[in-house]
């Protein structure tokens, strides 16, 4: 079994939220785990959710030429307006899921 002390070592004193602890290791640091994952969903909901192609490439660790041939090839679904072109964060963080493997 974990021991949740040690965890705990190699946190600096800033890492903690000001808040009262409970006295329960373990439970403090499942609360701290949760406002950490609450606050990346609040990150994410402030980040725009459309792209450029050059963002987009950013994000997903490629090139904007490579982007733009795999838009043009239908691999990444694209949004257009005009001459503009954008991408979903949604649909490039489920283009990554789909092409996940376990080997």
């Known amino acids: 079994m ?5 965890s705990q070592k190699g946190r600096a004193e800033s890492d903690f939220s000001p808040v009262t602890s409970t006295g329960n290791v373990g439970l403090d ?7 950490a994952r609450v606050a990346a969903r609040l990150n994410q909901l ?3 959710r459309l792209l450029s192609v050059d963002d987009a490439a950013r994000y997903l660790g490629r090139t904007p030429k490579a982007l733009r ?6 691999a990444v679904p694209a949004v257009r307006e005009g001459t503009r072109v954008h991408l ?9 899921a ?4 376990t080997r």
């Open 2 to 6: 974990l021991d949740p002390a040690a």
């Open 29 to 35: 640091l499942l609360a701290d785990s949760i406002a």
């Open 46 to 48: 402030q980040e725009p």
């Open 69 to 74: 041939h795999m838009i043009a090839g239908g």
């Open 88 to 96: 979903d964060r949604v649909d490039l963080d489920r283009w990554v």
């Open 98 to 101: 789909m092409r996940k493997t």
